[in-house]
């Protein structure tokens, strides 16, 4: 399944993607939340799909796009994480995951504008695979891991550099600013992706690609991650895991871009 949601900020319906056809399934009554997934809402929501797919409504065309799920009580985020991108950034190859967390109000749907932070000189793009958790996971091994992700979305891990490497402190500061995490469009079932570790990642800015990498290039997988971070805290169901960028950042070029 492909789930979306959709309408103004703050008040999304939800739906689903058939065929590439946006469908409405609001009269399912809940929302794509921690509680969702802990209830195991996916097979729920694939069994209200079947029962009713004769008389699902299509979303009108043009209707904004959301984040494919309401917001999640963490987004964490995964530093250094593609061997070619810490190569273009001249850091070592980590040995074990460096993390950061995103603030939660950074959340925002695929197609909304970012809004450059005042004072802002520095801006930066981040293409990202990003996976969701759909069951609470604590002290979990590598060989049970993936029994622990729901599926998989693109996110933009957008970056004020300034903010994030020369105002002191953790990266943080130049990670969390308000709609610094566009994701979707939307959230992919992990039934559908047959290897999330050979999928292509591409990213343009004004239509040019600058970023075009492979997951292939993961210094830490999927199931390692889920693992590792599960040692130092529980993983809650809807909590977004987002894996890293490839190279072609707005920091690795000589000189510079930004947005």
């Known amino acids: 399944m492909k789930l979306i949601r959709f309408g103004n900020a703050g008040k999304e319906k939800t739906g689903v993607v058939i065929d590439n056809i946006c469908y409405d399934t609001s009269a399912f009554g809940e929302d794509y939340n921690e509680t969702f997934f802990e209830t195991d809402g996916l097979t729920r929501l694939a069994s209200f799909i079947e029962q009713n797919k004769t008389t699902l409504q299509p979303v009108p065309d043009g209707v904004r796009l959301g984040s494919p799920f309401a917001r999640p009580s963490k987004i964490v985020c995964i530093v250094l994480n593609y061997a070619k991108h810490a190569k273009e950034t001249n850091a070592p190859i980590p040995t074990e995951p460096i993390l950061f967390f995103k603030s939660t109000t ?83 079932t992990k039934d559908e992706i047959a290897d999330p570790h050979n999928l292509r990642l591409w990213l343009k800015v004004n239509g040019k690609i600058l970023q075009d990498g492979n997951t292939d290039d993961l210094i830490f997988n999927i199931p390692q ?29 000589n000189p510079p871009i930004y947005l």
């Open 106 to 188: 950074a959340l925002c749907g695929p197609n909304d504008d970012i809004i450059i932070p005042k004072n802002s000189i520095k801006t930066d793009w981040e293409v990202e695979l990003a996976f969701v958790i759909g069951k609470k996971a604590s002290y979990v091994s590598e060989s049970d891991a993936m029994l622990y992700v729901a599926g998989y979305c693109l996110h933009n891990d957008v970056s004020e550099r300034e903010f994030q490497l020369e105002r002191g402190g953790t990266w943080d500061k130049g990670k969390g600013c308000d709609t610094f995490a566009p994701i979707g469009p939307w959230l992919v």
């Open 225 to 253: 991650l889920v693992s590792y971070l599960s040692q130092f805290m529980t993983l809650l169901p809807g909590d977004v895991i987002s894996t890293g960028t490839p190279q072609g950042v707005g920091l690795g070029f």
